[in-house]
T-cell receptor, first 114, second 114 residues
Framework: GENVEQHPSTLSVQEGDSAVIKCTYSDSASNYFPWYKQELGKGPQLIIDIRSNVGEKKDQRIAVTLNKTAKHFSLHITETQPEDSAVYFC?????????????FGTGTRLQVTL | DVKVTQSSRYLVKRTGEKVFLECVQDMDHENMFWYRQDPGLGLRLIYFSYDVKMKEKGDIPEGYSVSREKKERFSLILESASTNQTSMYLCATNDGASGRAEQFFGPGTRLTVL
């Protein structure tokens, strides 16, 4: 089955700096790559996603890049703010049956310091 | 907005007890998922369901069962709880009919088995 590796496990940046989180996946059939943000006491929430026919996608201060050949994708957060502090999960999806099954990475705890 | 609710935020049970975790969604989504979240392991899929009375095993189904008698409700059952099932349990839904792969998560149930 699919295996998703995520690095780093923890990341501390100063407010205003950029943060980059990287993931690799194993199954070349995966075609959907979402990123979720989990704030304390809440469930994960989708912040951005990318499909395999696109190399980069941007939404304000966050962007995701995908390299299908190398099977890795990254989350970039620019001009970080304290409210960006959270746990971030990458995931990869292989459609199975009628449901898209997500395989998640192990998470990155991002701390934005003042 | 999609609302996914879970019956309890915190639950404490004893080894050997039968435990029911309930998840209810209000958006008529076909697909529902149960994950467990453990530090350093990310989110791991236990079971999912793509229709009423339909279920498929995820990556770690051992020790768990599920029930989906109504479209809006998906229950996770621990037949005989064990201490290694102490974890955060997250329910998610997905609108399979739309073709979108985004999953919407509930707030989670933190289960402690003593």
């Amino acid at each position: 089955g699919e295996n998703v590796e995520q690095h780093p496990s923890t990341l501390s940046v100063q407010e205003g700096d950029s943060a980059v989180i990287k993931c690799t996946y194993s199954d070349s059939a995966s075609n959907y790559f979402p990123w979720y943000k989990q704030e304390l006491g809440k469930g994960p929430q989708l912040i951005i996603d990318i499909r395999s026919n696109v190399g980069e996608k941007k939404d304000q201060r966050i962007a995701v890049t995908l390299n299908k050949t190398a099977k890795h994708f990254s989350l970039h957060i620019t001009e970080t703010q304290p409210e960006d502090s959270a746990v971030y999960f990458c995931a990869a999806s292989i459609r199975t049956g009628t449901a898209s099954k997500l395989t998640f990475g192990t998470g990155t705890r991002l701390q934005v310091t003042l | 907005d999609v609302k996914v609710t879970q019956s309890s935020r915190y639950l404490v049970k004893r080894t050997g007890e039968k435990v029911f975790l309930e998840c209810v969604q209000d958006m008529d989504h076909e697909n529902m998922f149960w994950y467990r979240q453990d530090p350093g392991l990310g989110l791991r899929l236990i079971y999912f369901s793509y229709d009423v009375k339909m279920k498929e095993k995820g990556d770690i189904p051992e020790g768990y069962s599920v029930s989906r008698e109504k479209k809006e409700r998906f229950s996770l059952i621990l037949e005989s709880a064990s201490t290694n099932q102490t974890s955060m349990y997250l329910c998610a839904t997905n609108d399979g009919a739309s073709g979108r792969a985004e999953q919407f998560f509930g707030p989670g149930t933190r289960l402690t088995v003593l």
